[in-house]
């Protein structure tokens, strides 16, 4: 591999007018085409085959035309009057009306008069005279009835708060047109001129737009700050900052291409972005890094990029691989909005891989003599007496060998502490009551629990099937039956029967929880239902489901759950295979992984400290998103094998060169350390930059990534496992005969390149060079100081 990689990297510092041509080609025919076939992004939560979706199923064979809770378009605008006013007031009243008729004039709303916006008045009253209507004349039914009316009542009980709900006239969620959710916001000015809190929430307002922009650009600030320390170089220090954006900005352009053809979630872009921006950058600084320090030993620049690419790019290839291979492996687990994020951010992976490969050595060769220029700081290492550098990469080194013990000890310990707060981990999917706080969704949100209750916004559907009740006059007997079970459930603010087919073989039990869609107790009454729901199958006859929006959530949150073990099996099974082939150990990649568990274990431990139980205060304590945890391990599995290639590959060269185990190791570090933490500290700098971002899952996921590069990096990488390959000694390269055998040979360390062209000081004198800016640096008074 380093042969193929070394003269792909040669070929492209010669030919770079090609390579540059040939990605500015790629960059506009493909911006081209995926302008030209991208729609909106949306955020759907949905996992074929779960208990709930099957509920549906049965909810549309009973009741023909029954939508999708997922693909439903839904708004609900909510109007308040001031404290002590009434929405039934003459003015309010009226800015009422004046707001409905603006909605019914917008572009894609229902034709249909049952569907249209109706005062939440008008609407409250006819809905009460409707229940009351078909009530028994007995005072306990008419008590009942008025309960039930209210319990489903778009005015609250004290008359101030109300609720407008209409489906939008469009087959998805995703063909909601962003101006026609303008065109909503802008309606709600009149309302609130007049005095009104008015706001809306619903499936068919979702924000389209990712947020971004400000977050990172903070990133790459300081990426470029740790950049200019690494090389003392402002043109060094540019070089990966470009390189990185044209490869996230191929990711983009994919991800736009691909929302032509699958649905694509709001985050994914972000997710990708994170990930693109961070390996982009840490990619090519390595091959950089190892460009510079080549230029030391050849004079030849174009054999000195072809080295660079064949040595330090065997390193980025294989851990791309490891990256890929962990978001490429949720599409296994069989969740379709997982797949599209772990697909979209390998992509992003993918391009950062092939632009280090290709687009750098280019640059190098456009700029020649200049790639090192306006150079404002030298680095000056200390020799020791065998000739060798002595930097802060050998002494940490050292250190850690002086006690490797009780490092390992230490930082088992502090790991471990960190995971604790995982045993209190709560996981559930964005809402519009999770969302930020400055937006409509959330403020319509706080507006209905408070008027309402917090139930109100987490409904749960109970569908029962009478069809083998032959007797026609026994089904809502049986209706009535499944209808108290359900009513006398923990935690159930009402139940009703809401809806019942022509021939009566079905009906449909609106059950309104006391809690949030949220909260442990919501979920502990859908557990109870579905625990009770052969008993009441068998005493009724009957068959039941339970769906809803909060019930599809609740399952698509348990099979995320349950998800992990074989995601990790997959992952960590491909991932071990994969470094025992580039390590030729079994030691090595075993103590990786385990370094791997522990620093995910105390991420989200740490994450769960911050975002659930609201720890320092950085943001109001939720739920965890359900399917963070699996992302997160995915993402940070890649990214720690990342610095696990890049630093131990470096002790494998030492090694397979004849140093000892233990110098090995010093060597590994005098050679890697530095260029590892600028790379982890860019990392770091680029993911929680996002925290800024006003999105709950974006914080969450910014922290959790820069809390995991920290702890791996710094705490594992460079702490943990050296002085576990300290106790180790040589057994660490042990690999039994037969499976050395039958392991492919990769030649990672670049051995194959030792005898190749143009080795020495003075190569590009033997092959010829006649300064052109492919050879003679003797003069050159920026790699004086390199």
Known sequence: MATLLYRLGHTAYRRWPLFLVGWLIVLVGFGSLAIGVSK???????????????????????????????????????????????????????????????????????????NKPVNPVIAAQAQEQQVMKAAGPSAAEQAAAKKNAQAVSPLSADGRTGTISWKFDVKTVADVEKSTQQDVLSALDGARSAGLKAEVNGSGMQAVEPPGGSSELLGIIVAAFVLFLTFGSLVAAGMPIVT?????????????????????????????????????????LFILARYRTELQESDDRAHAAGL???????????????????LCALSVVGIPFLTSMGLAAAGSVAFAVLVALTLLPAILGLLKSKAFGGQLRKRQDKLAEDGRTTNNGVRWARLIGKKPAIVVALVVVLLG??????????????????????????????????????????PLLIVADASDITDAKQRPAAFGSVLQWAGAQKNVANAQIVGMNKDQTGAQILVTPKGGADDTSTVDLLNALRDGQSTIEKRTNTTVGVTGQTAI?????????????????????????????VFRSVLVPLTATLG????????????????????????????IVSFMPVILIGIVFGLAMDYQVFLVTRMREAYVHGADARESIIDGFRHGARVVAAAATIMISVFAAFMLQDNALIQSMGFALAAAVFFDAFIVRMTLIPAVMYLLGDKAWWLPKW???????????????????????????????????????KDDPVLAGV
């Open 40 to 114: 909106p992004m949306v955020d759907t939560f949905s996992i074929p085959g779960i208990p709930s979706l099957k509920a549906q199923d049965m909810q549309q064979k009973l009741f023909p035309g029954t939508g999708d809770a997922q693909d439903e378009a839904t708004a609900t605008v909510v109007v308040q009057a001031p404290s002590g006013s009434k929405l039934t007031d003459a003015k309010y009243s009226g800015a009422v009306n004046q707001l409905i008729a603006r909605l019914d004039k917008l572009p894609q709303m229902p034709t249909d008069a049952r």
């Open 244 to 284: 990185a954006l044209i490869g996230v900005g191929m990711g983009e352009l994919a991800i736009q291409f691909a929302t032509g053809f699958t649905t694509i979630g709001t985050t994914t872009p972000i997710l990708a972005t994170m990930i693109g921006l961070a390996v982009g950058i840490d990619y090519t």
């Open 417 to 458: 502490a960190l995971s604790g707060p995982i045993k209190d981990m709560q996981l559930a999917l964005p809402s519009d009551s999770t969302a930020a706080t400055s937006t409509t969704q959330r403020k319509a949100a706080d507006l209905v629990t408070e008027a309402f209750g917090a139930g109100r916004q987490a």
């Open 739 to 777: 499976l050395d055998k039958i392991l492919p040979k990769v030649d990672v360390e670049g051995e194959g390149l030792a005898s190749g062209p143009g080795r020495g000081r003075h190569a590009a004198a033997d092959s010829g060079s006649d300064g052109d800016g492919d050879g003679g640096d």
């Open 308 to 326: 660079a690419v064949g040595k330090a790019g065997s390193a980025v290839v294989f851990a791309g691989l490891t990256v890929l291979i962990a």
């Open 553 to 581: 959530q609740t399952d698509v949150s348990q099979r995320l759950t349950d998800a992990l073990p074989p995601y990790l099996a997959i992952v960590i099974g491909l991932a071990f295979i994969l470094l025992m082939i």
């Open 596 to 623: 791997f568990l522990l620093s995910v274990l105390a991420t989200l431990g740490a994450t769960v400290a911050v975002f659930q139980n609201g720890m320092f205060g950085i943001v109001e304590g939720q739920p």
